[in-house]
């Protein structure tokens, strides 16, 4: 359905996409993960035409998006983060002015209103002016706007920010539903969202992908399924990295920044095949260290987006 080839975009001198690449297959549910600023927008922005790339490829069911704009155009729907609508109008008479942009008949229009008012629970609002509307109600009237023209590709940006856990679920059910007969990307940087929502996830950071599988998948890729927190008293770094690194199944140790009454925090990463706290403990015993906190974190999206997108 969407092929991005080497995809790149420059601000002047800043370059916030990096030649990345992807497929999106149709029917799919694609989630855009990533931290603020890694390229999400930017990226969803040249995929509906809005940006011309500064180099790379776009081809939508074997257009190409350079040479077939408004061709590509149609096949779409977009929500961008803040939905643009016109606040001082009636819900009903919104959707229909949209309508008649999109060129529907009065007949095609009235059906395609009354189909999007019940799939994006506006009937008992239709009546309302827009600016009275709550946020996660103007997500949805922004959500009937893109799916006006019936598109093929639903592409929607940050769609739940700023919403409620309440207006959350609720928009991520419409997602659930029109993804049965529709292909969508999405960006967020929840994570809940995409393991809930998504078939697919493509890890962004920086400007280039770190990560493209489905969420099983990543897991299994990231070859380190667990880590261990350890907080001790009367460590020193150096000694302590020193005596662990010498336990078999510890693949790196991380002194973690966050420092409290001079205590020593560490991330252990460890081999997904092996349980070594009882090697980790009985080091920890043989020492003067002073034992504060010991525990593991089994590897899950959250986990695997942290070590791929951190700093360093």
């Known amino acids: 359905m969407i092929q991005v080839e080497n995809l790149t975009k420059y601000y002047h001198d800043f370059r916030a996409v990096d030649q990345i690449s992807f497929d999106v297959k149709k029917g799919e549910i694609l989630g855009l993960l990533g931290p603020n600023g890694a390229g999400k927008t930017t990226t ?7 940006f ?12 190409s998006i350079g040479d077939n704009l408004l061709t590509v155009k149609n096949l779409m729907g977009y929500l961008p983060e803040s939905a643009p609508l016109y606040r001082n109008m009636l819900i009903y008479d919104y959707l229909d002015y949209v309508a008649k942009i999109r060129g529907l008949t009065r007949d095609e229009r009235l059906a395609r209103i009354r189909h999007l008012a019940d799939l994006c629970g506006l009937k008992e609002i239709m009546h309302k002016p827009i600016d009275e509307l709550s946020r996660g109600l103007k997500q949805r009237v922004g959500l009937a706007h893109a799916m ?27 997602i659930r539903h029109i993804g049965k007969e529709k292909t969508v990307i999405l ?9 809930v929502t998504c078939d697919r996830v493509v890890i962004l950071n920086r400007g280039k992908i770190v990560a493209d599988d489905h969420t099983e998948n990543l897991i299994k890729w990231a070859g380190r399924d667990h880590f261990i927190y350890l907080s001790l008293l009367k460590a020193a770094f150096p000694e302590v990295e020193k005596e662990l ?11 973690l920044d966050e420092t409290e009454d001079d ?7 460890c081999k997904a095949t092996m349980d070594i706290r009882e090697n980790i403990y009985q080091t920890i015993k043989k020492s ?4 504060m906190e010991f525990y593991r974190e089994t590897q899950n999206l959250e986990t695997i987006f942290r070590e791929l997108t951190e700093e360093n």
Do not use: C, F
């Not at 969803?44 to 809005?50: A, K």
């Not at 205590?263 to 990463?269: A, H, V």
């Not at 003067?288 to 034992?291: P, S």
């Open 44 to 50: 969803l922005r040249m995929l509906t035409g809005y």
């Open 263 to 269: 205590m020593l925090k560490l991330r252990l990463t």
């Open 148 to 174: 006006m023209n019936d598109p093929e590709i639903l592409i929607l940006d940050e769609p739940t920010s700023g919403l409620d856990p309440n207006q959350i679920a609720e928009i991520r059910t419409i």
């Open 187 to 195: 960006s967020t940087h929840i994570l809940s969202e995409v393991e």
């Open 288 to 291: 003067a260290w002073i034992l």
């Open 52 to 63: 011309l790339p500064s180099s790379g490829t776009i081809r939508v069911k074997n257009y």
């Open 245 to 255: 690194t010498e336990i078999d199944g510890i693949t790196a140790i991380k002194h």
